[in-house]
């Protein structure tokens, strides 16, 4: 009987230390979430900024250039896969690789070899675990992705995209999957294609004003060569960034369950705990009065 | 006459105010910018400075790599990356 009281006891301990460290984490990821979104309000400007631009140059000449040509005939996809480098946040990473697998089926059905990128060590050790081929792996900033990581994976991908030796290792499109983050209750997993370019010379003046009529220095095509790489790495860094604040999300929602479930376990094992002693007492307390009882009838 | 100038990096904008004009070095040389300028689209050098003149103060700006924007709005600066170096 002491026993079973014991290991209540043992466990409830156990339990409270479980929890004392998932609500550490929660409020850790709460105040991720709130760097995460000032980072993607301060990211803003800029993205405004170059978007505005590049659709002032679409409107006003006729683009050429390799990052917005469709190619006839593609036969190879990339695919950019963002996950978190850590666990532990709920079904984050499951959601990004479920969706991720619907664009592989659906990419295979065209015709197109995928391959893959990963950004995040989760999806490395899914594909590696699957015995998939990585053609690049990205991991240790999933929380708190810089603009030179956004760099770094966006050369990689512009520079197989736009591969000059020739058809063989070329890819001929590219798409990202990341989370998108909606609001800290909902993030919804997304897939994008970001190569090559659509750009729309829209006939309407945008909100903010008519686009002015450019001059270009060195040359319209000068100015295009250096900005739409720009413009690749402005999208995959707010990729990234609402990535980082989804995952964040997920993590402070999957932390605040195990919490509360942690609250839960410790409460019925506090009754049964209670249960058991009384039990314990009920029983001695029987045993002394069956004793006495026992010693009166024989004297 | 003053005009809006904004210095952005893809991180937060760095700076961003009223002045009298903007010196830059394109890759085609310097210029310097006045309110009132032809919209305008130039490729900074890398490693340059952008110059920021408002009455008799200088604000310099170390920009790496980037893009000088002028429109009928302002003038704005997008640079992967930009330091204030300060003023003078």
Known sequence: MAGQLREYRRRIRSIQSTKKITRAMELIAASRIVKAKARVAASRPYADEITRVISAVASQTTIRHPLTTERTDPRRAAILVVTSDRGLAGGYNANVLRRTGELLELLRAEGKEPVLYAVGRKAVTYYRFRGRELAGEFIGFSEQPGYDNAKEVADALIARFLDPSGESDRVDEIHVVYTEYVNTLAQRPVAHRILPLVLEATAEPPPGGPLPQYEFEPSAEGVLDALLPRYVESRLHAALLESAASESAARQRAMKSATDNAGELIKTYTRRANAARQDAITQEISEIVGGANALAQVS | ?88
Do not use: C, N, Y
């Open chain 2, 1 to 88: 006459m003053p005009m809006r100038v904004a210095i952005v990096s893809p991180e937060k904008e760095v700076w961003s105010g009223e002045a009298d004009m903007v010196v830059a070095r394109t890759t085609e040389g310097e210029l310097g910018v006045l309110a009132g300028h032809v919209p305008l689209l130039g490729v900074l050098v890398e490693g340059g400075q952008v110059r920021v003149k408002t009455g008799d103060s200088t604000l310099t700006v170390e920009v790496d790599s980037g893009f000088l924007s002028v429109t009928k709005q302002g003038v704005s600066i997008l640079a992967e990356h930009a330091l204030l170096a300060g003023t003078d």
